[in-house]
């Protein structure tokens, strides 16, 4: 526990650490309602195979975005309340940067491909899940304190496997993110032959300047 301790002190102020087994937390509530609430947005992921629909749909976004904006008055310290509050606003924030960067590195290999698949639309399944899973994790927050009975051992796993999964996700958005680009620079090099601009756009150009 030291050692998880001291390496997300470089990522957590560890002040308000909650208490398992008379042992205290490696992160404070609000990075451990980011943790966990990216554990189990991973996991309803993968479980239900949203992860493969790509980016979400207007309505999750909208529910999304104003769900992070109401995480930020925890995390900018303008109404820092209890322990409940302050999870919460940690569960919302890992849930909505895991929902996006999964669905955002999925958009980004499949536009790089050099025959780009369509994205798979988003059921109306998928969109209540989604739309339910912020009101699911703000009454996940209030199970967390007395869900310390599980032990120290449960909840630094849990911990880990969020900050782990984060980790993961964002290194694969930013490989798409790559991926992507030097695809476009493929598509618009010019070819062997001399023709500028490979890729459809490039021979859109074409037929447009003669």
């Known amino acids: 526990m030291d050692t998880l301790t001291d390496i997300f002190s470089y990522v957590c102020g560890?002040?308000?650490?909650?208490?398992?087994?008379?042992?205290?937390?490696?992160?404070c509530r609000r990075c451990m309602g980011l943790y966990v609430g990216a554990a189990a947005t991973g996991l309803w992921l993968a479980g239900s195979g949203i992860w493969r629909r790509g980016l979400p749909s207007w309505g999750v976004f909208l529910v999304n975005e104003v769900t992070i904006l109401a995480a930020m008055l925890g995390g900018l310290h303008v109404w820092d309340g209890p322990?409940?509050?302050?999870?919460?606003c940690g569960l919302w924030t890992g849930h909505v940067a895991m929902l996006w960067l999964v669905g955002g590195a999925g958009h980004l290999w499949r536009a790089s491909s050099r025959e780009p698949t369509p994205q798979v639309p988003w059921r109306r399944r998928d969109k209540a899940q989604a739309l339910a899973m912020p009101l699911l994790l703000a009454g996940?927050?209030?199970?967390?304190?007395p869900g310390m009975a599980l032990g120290a051992g449960v909840w630094t796993a849990a911990i880990v496997a969020g900050a782990l999964g984060l980790l993961a996700s964002v290194l694969a958005a930013a490989a798409a993110l790559t991926a992507y680009l030097l695809a476009q620079v493929r598509r618009d090099a010019p070819e062997p032959g001399g023709q500028a601009g490979a890729g459809p756009q490039g021979r859109a150009r074409s037929r447009a300047a003669r």
């Open 140 to 145: 996940a927050a209030f199970a967390i304190p």
């Open 14 to 27: 560890q002040r308000a650490c909650l208490v398992a087994d008379g042992q205290v937390l490696c992160v």
């Open 83 to 88: 322990t409940v509050w302050r999870l919460t």
